[in-house]
Nanobody, 121 residues
């Protein structure tokens, strides 16, 4: 059974950093896509980044390029989202997803419970 557990969210002032973790279980590392999405109140869900099947592609959406970085620990089957120079606009619930493709949210089969990121001015 595929399970995803997010952690690392919290409250930080603008310009600060957070590292989110998505710990996966129930599947072999790098055999499926793992992606990060976020959703703020009143806004549509946004794709943030994804680790492609095979692990060779770590893609970050242009909207957060230069500030967010994706990495992974294959042995732990964990994908990390390093978020630097955070802005108030980054405030959202962040979700980890697996079993889809790219940043197409509707394609993903498995979702974590979400972790809240709040960036204050």
């Amino acid at each position: 059974q595929v399970q995803l557990v997010e952690s690392g969210g919290g409250s930080v002032q603008a310009g600060g950093s957070l590292r989110l973790s998505c710990a996966g279980s129930g599947f072999t590392p790098n055999t499926i896509y793992i992606a990060w999405f976020r959703q703020a109140p009143g806004k549509e869900r946004e794709g943030v980044a994804y680790r492609a099947r095979g692990g060779g592609i770590l893609h970050v959406d242009p909207s957060v390029q230069g500030r967010f970085t994706l990495s992974q620990d294959t042995a732990k089957n964990t994908v990390y989202l390093q978020m630097d120079n955070l802005k108030p606009e980054d405030t959202a619930m962040y979700y980890c997803a697996a079993g889809g493709v790219g940043l197409v949210g509707s394609s993903y089969k498995y979702w974590g419970q979400g972790t809240q990121v709040t960036v204050t001015p």
